[in-house]
């Protein structure tokens, strides 16, 4: 099965609510208890990031979860807009986003992280996520 790397649009970033588990020398997905994700910009993409953490639309999870793709699971994440966001759109309305947690194992799930927190999702689940995700960076995944 074929695999690629997906680094979604990065909108923005950590709000002042998140809660991060500071014991771990580096930042990983486990490390963050609670999400607070503070939107910047946005360009429509309804998969976005800011590492370690991954949100989607309630649309496009609702799509995963009815298409049984493996390797993932959804939280709430609480949503904000900067000051720049409403200056820059002021008329613009985002849609509902839950917190995507990939936890899926190497090689064997549709979805699952790589070293240095990359999403790395399977030609499967790259089908019916890439009408979500235009502005996505896509390459091919063979790394071990």
């Given at each position: ?11 923005g ?64 994440v ?33 979805l ?33």
């Amino acid at each position: 099965m074929r695999y690629f790397q997906v680094q979604p649009e990065v909108a923005g970033g950590f709000g002042p609510h998140t809660i991060l588990d500071t014991s771990a020398n580096r930042l990983a997905h486990h490390a963050v208890q609670t999400l607070h994700y503070v939107f910047d910009g946005w360009l429509g993409d309804e998969i976005i990031g800011s590492t370690p953490c991954l949100l989607v639309t309630q649309r496009l999870a609702d799509s995963i979860k009815r298409h049984g793709l493996t390797g993932v699971n959804f939280d709430q994440v609480e949503i904000s807009r900067s000051t720049l966001f409403d200056e820059m759109y002021p008329d613009r309305e985002l849609p509902p986003f839950v917190w995507m947690k990939v936890d899926g194992t190497k090689w064997a799930a549709d979805l699952f992280l790589a070293e240095a927190e990359r999403l790395v999702v399977s030609e499967r689940a790259w089908e019916l996520m890439k009408a979500f995700a235009t502005n996505a960076i896509v390459s091919d995944f063979t790394a071990c």
